[in-house]
Structures are given as structure tokens and as C-alpha cells.
């Protein structure tokens, strides 16, 4: 049973910092795409960033609202992906999901495995 779960949401300040993990289990990490998405209240689920992996070396890739504040990074021994977030505005206040895919893409419908989300709030 493939299983995702979030966690380090949590309430902050604009500006401040936050990290999120996702932990992976059931043997999805080899599948080797894996992205963040978002929601906020009252608005579509949208792409924040993914990252790939192979034999050659890791990609990464960000929404142009977060380029350069945030980054994902990956810890293959602990099967863990992680979401380093800088510089936070309110407009990231969201529900904030790791997932799954199959190709590497900002398209909701290429992922198949879902976590349950974690909050982040920023406060201005």
C-alpha cells in the first residue's frame, strides 16, 4: 500500500521559513517524480514544484510564484521528499500536498499518489 505523509505546516510570519517533509512508503520513492502542490481557500489545486531523479542526476523545477524562495530536495535513505520554503508571503497560506507521479510534469492528472496535506499559514 503505497502511503504519502506531510508534515511541518505550521503558523508563521511573512517572511519567516518553513520546511515540509513527505514521507514516502509502499515502494513509490521508485518511481522517481515526485511534486508539491497547493490549495488555498476557494481556489484550484495548483503546482508548485517537482523534482526527478535517475542514474544521471536530480532535476528540479518551480511555478514562477516561487522560483527562487522555494526548494525541494530529496533524502533517498529515508525515502523522504522535502519542500524548503524561504521568504514567505501570506499569498502562500495554503494547504500545501507532496505526490506521486508518472511523468515529470506540473499536471495534476499525472500524479496518482496523494498525501493527506499539511496547513501552512503566513501571516503578513
Known amino acids: 500500500q503505497v502511503e504519502l505523509v506531510e508534515s511541518g505546516g505550521g503558523l508563521v510570519q511573512a517572511g519567516d521559513s518553513l520546511r515540509l517533509s513527505c514521507v514516502v512508503s509502499g515502494g513509490t520513492f521508485s518511481r522517481s517524480v515526485m511534486g508539491w502542490f497547493r490549495q488555498a481557500p476557494g481556489k484550484e489545486r495548483e503546482f508548485v514544484g517537482r523534482i526527478t531523479w535517475s542514474w544521471s542526476g536530480v532535476s528540479t523545477s518551480y511555478a514562477d510564484s516561487v522560483k527562487g524562495r522555494f526548494t525541494i530536495s530529496r533524502d533517498n535513505a529515508k525515502s523522504t521528499i522535502y519542500l524548503q520554503m524561504n521568504s514567505l508571503k501570506p499569498e502562500d497560506t495554503a494547504i500545501y500536498y507532496c505526490?506521486?507521479?508518472?511523468?515529470?510534469?506540473?499536471?495534476?492528472?499525472?500524479?496518482?499518489?496523494w498525501g493527506q496535506g499539511t496547513q501552512v499559514t503566513v501571516s503578513s
Open positions: 505526490a506521486a507521479g508518472r511523468y515529470y510534469t506540473a499536471t495534476i492528472q499525472d500524479y496518482d499518489y
